[in-house]
C-alpha cells in the first residue's frame, strides 16, 4: 500500500479544469517530484492534497483511507504538510512564532524549534524576524520549517525555487537530506528541473493537467524530459 | 483645581471606554468584521445584569462572575451560526449581519424589559469614595472600572502575545487560509475570538449599567463611544484603544466642565479632528495586511 495514492483526479477551477483524471502514488519513505511548465496543474494538485481544494471527481487515498471528506485542518494530525506556493508566512509574528503557529497542533516527532534552526541557518539568523520584514529566500526557509514544525508524515513542497537566487535555492535543498533521512515522505513540485532530479527516487512530468513522463531520474533522457516538459 | 478634577474624572470614564471599546477592536482585529451589534450586546449584558442583581437579589459580583461566561457562550453561539456563514459571503455581509443582529436584538430587549430605563444596583459601593482633595474626590466604583478596563486590555494584549491560542488569533488575522494548513480551523478560533470579545462585553455591560440609566437603544450611544475610542487609538492596537478611551473620556469631562451640555459634542468633536489630522489613529498596528 502507498502512503499516498491519487486515482482518476479532475480538479476545476470555475469553468478552467486544471487537472484531467491524474493518477499518482507515493511510497512512504520515497521523495517524488512532480516537475512541469506554468499551468501544467502543479499546484492545484498539491492544493487539493492538502485540501484547500475540491476534486470534482476521482478520490484521494492516504494511508488507504479516502481524504475527500476530511476538512484541510484536519489532514494535518493525519501528517500531511504543505509549504504553499507563495510561502504564506504570516507577516505581522515573528519568524520563531511562525515556527510556533506550525507546531500548534503538537504532533511528536523530531522537529522542533532546535533541530529546524539546526537545518536552517537561514531561519535561525532571522528568529527574532517580523515575517513581512523576510527575504524571499528566507521565507521559503521559514516556511518549509514551519511545515516540519507539525512532524509531517508526508511533506508537500510547493516550487521551492520559484523567484529565488541559485545559492538560495541550493542552501534550500541541501536540507532535503535531512528531513528525508528522519523518515518524512516528500512530494515536491518543481519548474526547475535540475534541482528536482537532484533530490528525486522518482519523477512525473506533467503536462496541462496530465502525466506525460514518468520514472526514476537515472532511466529519462535530458531529451526525453525536454519533450514532455515543454509538450514538443 | 475643578479642571484637574475634571481630566481625572475624564481618565476615570476613559477607562470604561477602553473596556467596552476592547471587544470591538478584538473582533477587528482578527476577523476584520465591524460589530454593529456591539453596543446592544452590551446592553444585553447590563439587563442580564438587572435580571441577577435587581431581580433575583445575588451580590453584585457575584452576577458578573455568572454574567461574563453567559456573554462569551453568546459570543461562541453568534460567530458559528451567523458570522462565520457571513464571513463565507464576504465583503459587507457582516456588517450587515451585525447591523441585522442589532435591530432585532434591539427590539427583543424592549419588549421584554420595556423602554423605562433601568440600572444596576450595587448599593454603597456606588456612590462611596476617596478624598484626593478639599475638592477631588475619586470614586469607588468609577476606579474598579479603570482598573478593570486597564487589566482586561492589558489582559488580552498578553494573551494575543504570548499564549499559543493568542498565537494563532493573529496568525488567523494575518492569513485564515493558510493556518488551515498548520491544522488550525480558522472558524473555531473566530468562535473563541468572539466569545473572549463578548466576555469583555460581558464586563463592559455590567459596569455601564451600574454607572448610568440605561434604555436598549442606550447601545447605539454605546456603540459609538467604543467606535470613537477604536478609531481615535488606532485600529487594531489594543493599548491604543486604551489611549482612545481615555481621551475621549477627558474630553467628555473637561467639555462638561466647560458646559453641562457639551460633554458629547467635545468628545465628537475631537474623535473628528483625530479622523482629518490623523486617520490612522494615534497608535496604529504596526503590520497591516
Known amino acids: 500500500m502507498s502512503l499516498l495514492e491519487v486515482n482518476g483526479l479532475d480538479v476545476h477551477y470555475g469553468d478552467f479544469q486544471a487537472i484531467y483524471g491524474l493518477d499518482l502514488r507515493v511510497d512512504e519513505g520515497e521523495t517524488l517530484a512532480v516537475i512541469g511548465a506554468n499551468g501544467a496543474g502543479k499546484s492545484t494538485l498539491l492544493k487539493t492534497i492538502a485540501g484547500l481544494m475540491r476534486p470534482t471527481a476521482g478520490d484521494i487515498l492516504y494511508e488507504g483511507a479516502s481524504l475527500t471528506p476530511v476538512p484541510s485542518y484536519q489532514r494535518v494530525p493525519k501528517g500531511i504538510s504543505l509549504t504553499p506556493e507563495g510561502r504564506k508566512i504570516f507577516r505581522s509574528l515573528t519568524v520563531e512564532e511562525n515556527l510556533k503557529v506550525g507546531a500548534h497542533i503538537k504532533r511528536p516527532g523530531p522537529w522542533n524549534l532546535q533541530s529546524v534552526y539546526e537545518a536552517f541557518p537561514l531561519v535561525a539568523d532571522r528568529r527574532d524576524r517580523l515575517g513581512v520584514n523576510l527575504s524571499g529566500g528566507e521565507q521559503q526557509a521559514a516556511a518549509i520549517g514551519r511545515a516540519l514544525m507539525s512532524n509531517p508524515r508526508l511533506l508537500l513542497l510547493d516550487e521551492v525555487s520559484l523567484g529565488l537566487a541559485p545559492v538560495v535555492v541550493e542552501q534550500i535543498y541541501d536540507a532535503i537530506p535531512t528531513i528525508t533521512g528522519n523518515g518524512t515522505t516528500v512530494l515536491v513540485v518543481e519548474q526547475d528541473v535540475n534541482q528536482a532530479l537532484k533530490v528525486a527516487d522518482r519523477v512525473q512530468c506533467l503536462l496541462e493537467g496530465r502525466t506525460v513522463l514518468e520514472g526514476p531520474p537515472s532511466s529519462l533522457t535530458r531529451d526525453e524530459i525536454a519533450a514532455a516538459y515543454f509538450g514538443i | ?289
Open chain 2, 1 to 289: 483645581m475643578q479642571w484637574l478634577n475634571a481630566i481625572i474624572q475624564g481618565i476615570l470614564l476613559g477607562g470604561l471606554y477602553a473596556l467596552l471599546a476592547a471587544g470591538l477592536s478584538l473582533m477587528f482585529g482578527v476577523m476584520r468584521i465591524v460589530n454593529l451589534a456591539h453596543g446592544v450586546l452590551a446592553m444585553l449584558a447590563a439587563y442580564l445584569g438587572v435580571v441577577f442583581v435587581n431581580n433575583l437579589g445575588l451580590p453584585w459580583f457575584l452576577a458578573l462572575v455568572i454574567v461574563v461566561p453567559i456573554m462569551a457562550a453568546v459570543g461562541y453561539v453568534l460567530q458559528w451560526g451567523l458570522f462565520n456563514r457571513a464571513i463565507s459571503k464576504g465583503g459587507l455581509a457582516p456588517l450587515l449581519v451585525a447591523f441585522g443582529l442589532a435591530v432585532v436584538l434591539t427590539q427583543l430587549l424592549q419588549q421584554i424589559f420595556s423602554a423605562d430605563s433601568r440600572s444596576i444596583q450595587i448599593g454603597a459601593l456606588g456612590t462611596s469614595s476617596i478624598q484626593v482633595s478639599d475638592t477631588i474626590y475619586i470614586g469607588w466604583f468609577p476606579l474598579m472600572t479603570f482598573v478593570v478596563g486597564v487589566l482586561v486590555i492589558a489582559g488580552v494584549q498578553v494573551f494575543l502575545n504570548r499564549a499559543p491560542l493568542g498565537r494563532a488569533m493573529r496568525a488567523t488575522s494575518d492569513d485564515p487560509e493558510t493556518v488551515n494548513l498548520m491544522g488550525i480551523n480558522n472558524r473555531q478560533v473566530y468562535a473563541l475570538a468572539t466569545a473572549l470579545a463578548m466576555a469583555t462585553v460581558g464586563l463592559a455591560g455590567m459596569f455601564i449599567g451600574t454607572k448610568t440609566q440605561f434604555i436598549p437603544t442606550y447601545g447605539d450611544l454605546v456603540l459609538i463611544f467604543a467606535f470613537e475610542a477604536v478609531i481615535i487609538g488606532g485600529l487594531g492596537s489594543l493599548w491604543g484603544t486604551l489611549v482612545g478611551g481615555i481621551i475621549l473620556g477627558v474630553a467628555q469631562t473637561v467639555g462638561s466642565q466647560i458646559n453641562p451640555s457639551y460633554g458629547l459634542l467635545v468628545g465628537n468633536l475631537v474623535f473628528l479632528a483625530i479622523l482629518a489630522f490623523r486617520p490612522q489613529g494615534l497608535l496604529p498596528k504596526a503590520v497591516t495586511t
